[in-house]
C-alpha cells in the first residue's frame, strides 16, 4: 500500500504529465495556423509544436536536474541564482528582442541566445521565492524585523519589479508581487505589519515605475475598455464621473462607452462553441483570426471549443489539485525552508492559472498572463517543469511516521 508521501508522488507526476501533453496538443492546433498565413518567420506547419516540444524535452531534463540535486544546493545557491536573473533582466535593455505587443508598443522582453528566445521575467519568479525562503529560514536566517523586510522588499521585490514595468509588462510586474508577498508572509512575516508599513511605499513605487514608463494611460485604457462590457450599469456610470472629476483625459473616459471589447466577446463565443463534448481536436474555427492570442493569453478558449467545457473543467481541476498537492508538501515537510519553496511554487502555478482562466471568462480585464504548461512560450514551459522538479524533491525528502507494528499483539 502507498504511503502519502507516495501518493503525493505520483498524482504530482500524472498531473505533471497530463498537462505538458495537452499543451502540446493545443499547440500543435494553434500554430499551425500561422503556417498558411504566410508568416515569414513560419517554414513549417510544424515550426510551433516542434519549438514547443523542445522546450518540453529540455524541461523535463531540467525536472530530472532538479529532482536529484540536493535541496540544500538551492537553498546554498539561492541568492547567486537570483542575482544571475537580475543581470538578465537588466540585459533585456541592451541586447533584448524587440516584438510588438497588442497595443503595437515595441517591447523588449526576451533574450535571444543561439536562435532561442529567453524571457528573464520568468525565471526571477522561482529565484525570488528561493531566496526570501532562504533569508527567513534555516540556522542562519536574519530576524524578520522591519529593517530586514524593508531589505528584502527593496532588492528583491522593488528591483526586479520596477525592471518589468520598464521592459514595459506590468502584468507580468503584478503577477511577481503577489507571489513574493505570499511568499515572505509564509516564511513568516506578520501580514499585518507587511500590510501597513510596506504596501504603501510600494504602491508608490509602483506609481512611479508606471509614469516613467508611460504605461499608466494603457493600463487605464484596458481596465475601461474591459469596464465597456458593463457600460449600462450605474456602477460604470459613477466611475466616469469620478474620472472626470479626478482628471483622466476624456478619450480613456469614453472607453467606458465605447470600449473596444473584441477580445473579451471573442473568447466568450469561443468558449461558447465548443459546448459540452467540443468540436474535436484539431477543429477548433475561432483561431484563424476569430480569436487574438489564442496560443498565449486566450489558449483557455481554445481548449473549451475543441475538447469541450467538460474537459476544461477538468482542467481547472486540475490546477486546483496541483496547488492543494503543492500545499501538501509544504505542510508534511520537516525542513522549513523546504516548506516555504513548495507553498511559493504552489502559488505562482496557481495564482498564474487562474488569472489567465479569469481572463478568459470574463472576470478580470485582459492582462496578457500565459497558462502554465499549455500556452505556447518555451521559457515558461522550462522553468514550470524545473519547479516540479523541485516539488519532486521536497516531497521525496518527507519522513513518514513509522508504521504501528501489532504482530505482539
Given at each position: 500500500?502507498?504511503?502519502?508521501?507516495?501518493?503525493l508522488?505520483?498524482?504530482?507526476?500524472?498531473?505533471?504529465?497530463?498537462?505538458?501533453?495537452?499543451g502540446?496538443?493545443i499547440?500543435?492546433?494553434?500554430?499551425?495556423p500561422?503556417?498558411?498565413?504566410?508568416?515569414?518567420?513560419v517554414?513549417?506547419?510544424?515550426?510551433?509544436?516542434?519549438?514547443?516540444l523542445?522546450?518540453a524535452i529540455?524541461?523535463?531534463?531540467?525536472?530530472?536536474?532538479?529532482?536529484?540535486?540536493?535541496?540544500?544546493?538551492?537553498?546554498?545557491?539561492?541568492?547567486?541564482?537570483f542575482?544571475i536573473?537580475?543581470?538578465?533582466?537588466?540585459?533585456?535593455?541592451?541586447?533584448?528582442?524587440?516584438?510588438?505587443n497588442e497595443?503595437?508598443?515595441?517591447?523588449?522582453?526576451?533574450?535571444?541566445?543561439?536562435?532561442?528566445?529567453?524571457?528573464?521575467s520568468?525565471?526571477?519568479?522561482?529565484?525570488?521565492?528561493?531566496?526570501?525562503?532562504?533569508?527567513f529560514?534555516?540556522p542562519?536566517?536574519?530576524?524578520?524585523?522591519?529593517?530586514?523586510?524593508?531589505?528584502?522588499?527593496v532588492?528583491?521585490?522593488?528591483?526586479?519589479?520596477?525592471?518589468?514595468?520598464?521592459?514595459p509588462?506590468?502584468?507580468?510586474?503584478?503577477?511577481?508581487?503577489?507571489?513574493?508577498?505570499?511568499?515572505?508572509?509564509?516564511?513568516?512575516?506578520s501580514?499585518?505589519?507587511?500590510?501597513?508599513?510596506?504596501?504603501l511605499?510600494?504602491?508608490?513605487?509602483?506609481t512611479?515605475?508606471?509614469?516613467i514608463?508611460r504605461?499608466?494611460?494603457?493600463?487605464?485604457?484596458?481596465?475601461?475598455?474591459?469596464?465597456?462590457?458593463?457600460?449600462?450599469s450605474?456602477?460604470?456610470?459613477?466611475?466616469?464621473?469620478?474620472?472626470?472629476?479626478?482628471?483622466?483625459?476624456?478619450?480613456?473616459?469614453?472607453?467606458?462607452?465605447?470600449?473596444?471589447?473584441?477580445?473579451?466577446?471573442?473568447?466568450?463565443?469561443?468558449?461558447?462553441?465548443?459546448?459540452?463534448?467540443?468540436?474535436?481536436?484539431?477543429?477548433?474555427?475561432?483561431?484563424?483570426?476569430n480569436?487574438?492570442?489564442?496560443?498565449?493569453?486566450?489558449?483557455?478558449a481554445?481548449?473549451?471549443?475543441?475538447?469541450?467545457?467538460?474537459?476544461s473543467?477538468?482542467?481547472?481541476?486540475?490546477?486546483?489539485?496541483?496547488?492543494?498537492?503543492?500545499?501538501?508538501?509544504?505542510?508534511?515537510?520537516?525542513d522549513h525552508f523546504?516548506?516555504?519553496?513548495?507553498?511559493?511554487?504552489?502559488m505562482?502555478?496557481?495564482?498564474?492559472?487562474?488569472?489567465?482562466?479569469?481572463?478568459?471568462l470574463?472576470?478580470?480585464?485582459?492582462?496578457?498572463?500565459?497558462?502554465?504548461?499549455?500556452?505556447?512560450?518555451?521559457t515558461?514551459?522550462?522553468i514550470?517543469?524545473?519547479?516540479i522538479?523541485?516539488?519532486?524533491?521536497?516531497?521525496s525528502q518527507?519522513?513518514?511516521?513509522?508504521?504501528?507494528?501489532?504482530?505482539?499483539?
Amino acid at each position: 500500500m502507498k504511503s502519502s508521501k507516495q501518493w503525493l508522488i505520483t498524482i504530482l507526476i500524472w498531473i505533471t504529465t497530463v498537462l505538458v501533453f495537452l499543451g502540446l496538443l493545443i499547440c500543435l492546433s494553434t500554430t499551425m495556423p500561422d503556417y498558411f498565413r504566410e508568416n515569414p518567420y513560419v517554414t513549417s506547419p510544424l515550426s510551433g509544436f516542434l519549438k514547443q516540444l523542445i522546450a518540453a524535452i529540455l524541461g523535463t531534463v531540467l525536472l530530472f536536474f532538479a529532482r536529484l540535486v540536493p535541496m540544500r544546493f538551492f537553498r546554498k545557491n539561492a541568492v547567486m541564482f537570483f542575482v544571475i536573473s537580475l543581470v538578465l533582466l537588466i540585459m533585456v535593455f541592451f541586447i533584448g528582442s524587440t516584438t510588438e505587443n497588442e497595443a503595437g508598443q515595441d517591447v523588449s522582453r526576451f533574450i535571444r541566445i543561439f536562435g532561442l528566445t529567453f524571457q528573464p521575467s520568468e525565471l526571477v519568479k522561482l529565484t525570488a521565492i528561493l531566496v526570501i525562503a532562504k533569508r527567513f529560514t534555516g540556522p542562519k536566517a536574519v530576524r524578520i524585523t522591519n529593517k530586514n523586510i524593508f531589505k528584502t522588499i527593496v532588492w528583491v521585490f522593488l528591483l526586479p519589479s520596477l525592471l518589468i514595468i520598464l521592459q514595459p509588462n506590468f502584468s507580468a510586474a503584478m503577477l511577481y508581487f503577489v507571489i513574493t508577498s505570499f511568499t515572505l508572509i509564509y516564511s513568516g512575516v506578520s501580514y499585518w505589519r507587511y500590510l501597513i508599513r510596506f504596501v504603501l511605499p510600494i504602491g508608490i513605487v509602483l506609481t512611479v515605475g508606471l509614469i516613467i514608463s508611460r504605461q499608466a494611460d494603457r493600463i487605464l485604457a484596458r481596465i475601461f475598455n474591459y469596464m465597456a462590457l458593463y457600460a449600462n450599469s450605474p456602477f460604470v456610470q459613477k466611475i466616469a464621473l469620478f474620472s472626470k472629476q479626478i482628471g483622466i483625459k476624456q478619450e480613456i473616459i469614453n472607453l467606458l462607452q465605447e470600449g473596444d471589447t473584441f477580445q473579451i466577446n471573442a473568447s466568450f463565443r469561443t468558449i461558447a462553441q465548443g459546448r459540452w463534448l467540443g468540436y474535436g481536436f484539431l477543429k477548433s474555427t475561432q483561431k484563424f483570426g476569430n480569436l487574438p492570442y489564442n496560443s498565449t493569453d486566450f489558449v483557455f478558449a481554445i481548449i473549451s471549443e475543441e475538447f469541450g467545457n467538460i474537459l476544461s473543467g477538468c482542467v481547472i481541476l486540475l490546477f486546483f489539485l496541483l496547488f492543494y498537492i503543492s500545499i501538501q508538501i509544504s505542510l508534511k515537510s520537516q525542513d522549513h525552508f523546504n516548506a516555504v519553496v513548495a507553498a511559493g511554487i504552489g502559488m505562482h502555478l496557481f495564482l498564474q492559472a487562474f488569472t489567465h482562466i479569469a481572463v478568459t471568462l470574463g472576470l478580470v480585464p485582459p492582462t496578457g498572463v500565459t497558462l502554465p504548461f499549455i500556452s505556447v512560450g518555451g521559457t515558461s514551459l522550462m522553468i514550470i517543469l524545473f519547479e516540479i522538479g523541485i516539488l519532486l524533491n521536497i516531497a521525496s525528502q518527507i519522513k513518514e511516521p513509522p508504521a504501528l507494528d501489532f504482530s505482539h499483539v
